[in-house]
């Protein structure tokens, strides 16, 4: 394991971790520069990477796909994202590779490209519990998730959902908004958002877009890599 302290900005540390280390060394040089005194480091990748991994204990993980991300990659970013916060990096613009990495249970995205600020940003946003993903990539995750029956999938906890919260979080699977879904069963906005809150708490999530990439990681993948 080659590990490099960087210095410190708040917060816990990273771990950057990925196929080709010459880009590891890239990002962790770009990260360097200029930073306050957050520590980070370098992991080399191999069989054994959730095991460092864990030994580490990052509060974020960076993890780059490569140029051709697969689904070894893809089963890599589920193992990690189960030991901390993980953002993949790829080498393309294929949206698909994104949701799939979102489905993985990745809390974010970035196109290898991305500059380095943007990049820090994205690891603050999620390590204060954010989902970090372009628009583009939302939209295709909506879109899919509209795809699918209106009736939710199983998800972890959904047993304790009512009744009336499962019947929302269909609507929310379909893509429906919170003037839809009041619409829809013919209640306010205010209660929709109440209801909301209720199935964030008992689903352990925080946000809306979480709800979603959870239902769509319970629910088989269309989505082809490549």
């Not at 051709?68 to 901390?84: E, M, R």
């Not at 994104?98 to 991305?114: E, H, M, N, S, Y």
Request: aromatic share 2%; hydrophobic share 45%.
């Amino acid at each position: 394991m080659s590990v490099r302290a960087l210095s410190r900005v708040g917060g816990g540390s990273v771990a950057i971790a990925g196929v080709e280390p010459s880009y590891c060394r890239r990002l962790l040089q770009s990260l360097r520069a200029g930073n306050g005194s957050r520590p980070i480091s370098t992991i080399a990748a191999g069989d054994d990477l959730p095991k460092q991994i864990a030994a580490s204990m990052p509060s974020v993980i960076l993890f780059d796909l490569g140029s051709s991300p697969d689904a070894k990659g893809l089963a890599i970013v589920s193992a990690l994202s189960a030991l901390a916060k993980t953002i993949v990096l790829a080498g393309t613009d294929d949206d698909g590779v994104a949701v799939q990495a979102l489905k993985a249970g990745a809390a974010g995205f970035c196109p290898r490209d991305t500059p380095t600020e943007l990049l820090r940003r994205a690891v603050q946003l999620v390590e204060a519990g954010e989902i970090w993903v372009g628009r583009r990539v939302m939209v295709r995750l909506i879109e899919e998730l509209a795809l699918r029956t209106a009736a939710p999938p199983a998800i972890a906890n959904g047993a304790q959902l009512t009744p009336r919260e499962r019947e929302l979080v269909g609507l929310v699977a379909g893509g429906a908004n919170n003037k839809d879904i009041a619409r829809r069963l013919a209640i306010s906005v205010k209660t929709v958002k109440t209801h909301l809150t209720s199935i964030f708490k008992k689903l352990g999530l925080s946000t809306r877009l979480e709800l979603a990439v959870a239902i769509g990681r319970s629910a088989p993948s269309r989505t082809k890599v490549g």
